[in-house]
């Protein structure tokens, strides 16, 4: 890697000689647990089960949280798998924002939102900050006036740093962002061209300086450890960066290459079976690096993922609450969302799903509502990641002693010095939860370990 990094492209690193093939090394695939069981098991059928669960009136002390996808980018990164549009002008984004209105004005309609307010929002994309201050404004107006959020704990919004001005930082804080959240991934130059990012790293010392001043009450850095021809040397300085900005919290994801990918079409015109990146041993050295230089800089490790400065303080309730069960609705082409006990996402295709709203109907791809049993292997899964989970929560919720219940790969994964079990529940060692996305399927189902994850 070291002689490789000295001219950065993805087709000059793929066309290196390759290198042997080890059973540590990043393969494609989706390795990054996000739901359960796996979307592969979703289907078109229980699509009747998401409408009926509208027509019902929410169960109470059910938290409601919106998600709006922005799938529009400068540019698509090689490791992307997310619905994002490169193509599209000032005209076709304006036409998507008012679909999203209008699938908004579909579900207000519904017993499901009767009389709601939610907790948390969250724009994701792709990249909100792509669309303009004006485009933003009316957005957010015309949901307001549908599903007001003044009470919001949460408002949550991605960002890419090439993106922001003074001006439009203005207007997100305007509509009330709490979470700033800033793509970062790498602050090399060449590092972050290789990957296909769109900004540079002088644009971000320019956002990140000009969201500080604005006073947003969390500025959130996401980086990813092993890009490509990422090394050690730049690792430990993007590190250093991160600590010396001081945001409230980090967020730190391991480089995976899914099927979807750039990095992975240039691989199979090539017949290569490894991805140009970090071995996930090494991935996994680096973000131990982060967390322990994160310790002692102050910050608390508070999942898989994630450091916080003040963890009294520093909450994530897009998170936290989804992997307790909380209702999300998810608006916007191919978004996921969760309704009284069934999870949907919506048609994956910008033109179906625009096609579909503006006639009226809700855009509704596939869906899934799973039993108890999975309901609960969800919610222990997700919140493992966090490092810890309580047996009594689990016993109120689900009336199941998760230690009897999965009292076999609690015990393989304590016999692989990953996990103890407590009086009051389970915990995982660093070791265990900084490979946890590879030792949750020992708690799936049998037939839901084999399937693919997406």
């Known amino acids: 890697m070291e002689d490789r990094s000295r001219n950065l492209s993805l087709p000059t690193i793929l066309d290196a000689r390759p290198e042997p093939c080890a059973e540590d090394d990043t393969k494609p695939g989706n390795y990054f647990v996000s739901n359960y069981p796996p979307y592969s098991f979703w289907n078109a059928e229980d699509v009747r089960n998401a409408h009926a669960a509208f027509d019902r009136p929410p169960a109470a002390g059910t938290p409601l949280g919106l998600y709006v996808h922005i799938p529009f980018c400068r540019k698509r990164c090689h490791f992307c798998y997310f619905k994002v549009y490169t193509d599209k002008n000032a005209t076709d984004v304006q036409s998507y924002l008012d679909s999203v209105a209008r699938e908004l004005e579909l579900y207000a309609r519904k017993p499901f939102l009767a009389g709601r307010k939610p907790t948390f929002i969250y724009f994701g994309g792709g990249t909100p900050s792509y669309i303009s201050s004006d485009q933003l404004s009316r957005l957010v107006a015309r949901m307001q006036a549908l599903l007001p959020w003044e009470e919001a704990q949460e408002v949550a919004f991605e960002c890419e740093p090439g993106t922001l001005t003074e001006g439009k930082l203005r207007v997100i804080k305007e509509t009330g962002v709490t979470r700033l959240s800033l793509g970062i991934e790498n602050f090399d130059d060449e590092i972050l061209q290789a990957n296909g990012r769109a900004h540079g790293a002088k644009q971000i010392d320019k956002a990140y300086d000009l969201a500080r001043s604005l006073g947003f009450a969390q500025i959130n850095i996401d980086l990813i450890a092993g890009m490509v021809g990422e090394t050690e040397e730049n690792w430990r300085e993007c590190v250093a960066k991160t600590i010396a900005m001081s945001p409230e919290s980090v967020t730190i994801y391991q480089m995976e290459v899914p099927y979807n990918t750039t990095i992975f ?113 969800r919610e222990l899964v997700l919140q493992l990641k966090l490092g810890r989970v309580r047996s009594g929560y689990f016993l109120d919720k689900f009336g199941v002693d998760i230690g009897e219940r999965f009292s076999q790969p609690i015990e393989k994964l304590r016999g692989d010095g990953f996990l103890t079990a407590e009086p009051d529940g389970l915990r995982l060692n660093r070791e265990g939860l900084l490979q946890v996305d590879r030792l949750l399927p020992e708690f799936f189902r049998p037939e839901h370990r084999v399937s693919r994850r997406v």
């Open 265 to 377: 079409k240039e691989m199979r015109i090539r017949g290569r079976e490894v991805a140009p990146v970090a071995s996930w041993r090494t991935k996994r050295d680096w973000v131990n690096y982060a967390f322990n230089e994160l310790e002692h800089a102050g910050y608390t490790i508070g999942s898989a993922y994630t450091a916080v400065k003040d963890a009294a303080r520093t909450k994530f309730l897009y998170r936290d609450l989804l992997w307790r069960g909380a209702d999300m609705l998810g608006l916007g082409v191919a978004s996921f969302s969760h309704a009284q006990g069934t999870h949907f996402q919506n048609e994956h295709e910008i033109d179906t799903y625009r096609r579909r709203v503006d006639a009226g109907e809700l855009p509704i791809l596939r869906a899934l509502t799973p039993s108890s049993d999975d309901r609960l292997i």
